[in-house]
């Protein structure tokens, strides 16, 4: 998800959150990248990883406003990991 979507305050009955569609991410461990992924049209994603420990973030990211992670994930042995983050858009 990305958010706010929109400047200014929340409104009623307005979503200040979509699905960020069509967007790449790296997928780091201690050893440096293992993987990328991109995001489907409802900003979903799937994906098989050895378990251990990932950071999650943007592809090629430069900076600017917003925050696209990293965001950490465990994946452990025998589970589905499943996970939400959402990225700030830096919009205000």
């Known amino acids: 998800m990305i958010s706010p979507i929109h400047g200014g305050p929340t409104r009623l009955g307005v979503?200040?959150?979509r699905p960020l569609a069509n967007v790449v991410f790296v997928v780091e461990n201690k050893q440096g990248v293992v993987t990328s992924f991109t995001t489907d049209?409802?900003?979903r994603f799937r994906l098989s990883?050895?378990?251990g420990h990932y950071r999650v973030s943007l592809k090629d990211r430069k900076g600017g406003i917003g925050r696209y992670g990293p965001f950490d994930v465990d994946v452990v042995a025998g589970q589905v990991t499943k996970v939400q983050w959402t990225c700030d858009s830096g919009m205000r």
């Open 15 to 17: 979503p200040d959150s």
């Open 49 to 51: 990883l050895d378990p």
């Open 41 to 43: 049209e409802q900003g």
